[in-house]
C-alpha cells in the first residue's frame, strides 16, 4: 500500500481536487495500464493499492501522478 501526504494545498474535501486526481489516476492506468485494487482520497493524503504491470514502474508511476497533479492544481 502506497500513502501519499502532503500531495494537496488545499483539504481534499473540495470536490474539484478529487475530480481531478481520480482524473490523474485514471489517465496514469491508461498509460502505465497497472490494476488499481483500491484508492482512498482522504482530507490531507491518498493511499493506493496497485500492482504494477513491471515492477520498475512503481516509481514512473508515482512520479507522473504526482506531476499530473501538480500541473492541474
Known amino acids: 500500500m502506497l500513502a501519499r501526504r502532503g500531495l494537496f494545498k488545499h483539504p481534499l474535501t473540495r470536490l474539484e481536487c478529487r475530480e481531478v486526481f481520480i482524473y490523474a489516476v485514471k489517465k496514469a492506468q491508461e498509460k502505465y495500464k497497472f490494476k488499481l ?9 491518498v493511499r493506493y493499492l496497485l500492482e504494477p504491470k ?9 512520479h507522473w501522478l504526482n506531476w499530473y497533479k501538480a500541473l492541474h492544481h
Not at 485494487?37 to 493524503?45: G, S
Request: net charge negative; with cysteine; hydrophobic share 40%.
Open 37 to 45: 485494487y483500491a484508492l482512498c482520497i482522504m482530507n490531507n493524503h
Open 54 to 62: 513491471q515492477p520498475e514502474d512503481l516509481p514512473k508511476i508515482m
